[in-house]
């Protein structure tokens, strides 16, 4: 999944390649969200790879309420810039709130992270689409932890 994951980014957006291979490491998730009226969750579960090639295998949950309809597939890139920011998406989790969506910006950094959105200093996120159709406005929360039955 990972490496299929990556090369439909690098067809979609080739900075990226560039991007994922100068980084300290990256991480792939397939995820799935559905929202109804006013309940939202997602599931997913991903690797992160770092620089040497170790792979640490993750877990994704995801809860929000708001107004929509609807559901989702997508995929997520991560690409973490510095060996401190990968160590701690790992090592201490992590959790996105509504806010980490409304300082997002879309990234122009060197052409490299085209299409990407920063979610905090030295980590950058690609979203790849599979199927679905969503119309939400929510405010969501995300943790990202270790799969303890897989590491």
Known sequence: MAQKTLNELYAEVPGAKKAVNSA???????NFGLK???LGTGTGKGVIVDKGGKKTFMKMVQVGGGL????KKFKLVFVFETPEALNQFVNSGWEFGG???GVAKWG????????AISVM??????QLTDKGVALDAMVKGTKYSKD????
């Open 24 to 30: 300290a490491g990256y991480g792939v998730f397939s």
């Open 36 to 38: 109804i009226f006013v």
């Open 68 to 71: 929509g309809l609807g559901g």
């Open 99 to 101: 806010t980490a969506e």
């Open 108 to 115: 122009e950094k060197g052409g490299a992270f085209e299409k």
């Open 121 to 126: 200093p030295g980590v950058w996120v690609y």
């Open 148 to 151: 303890e039955d897989l590491n």
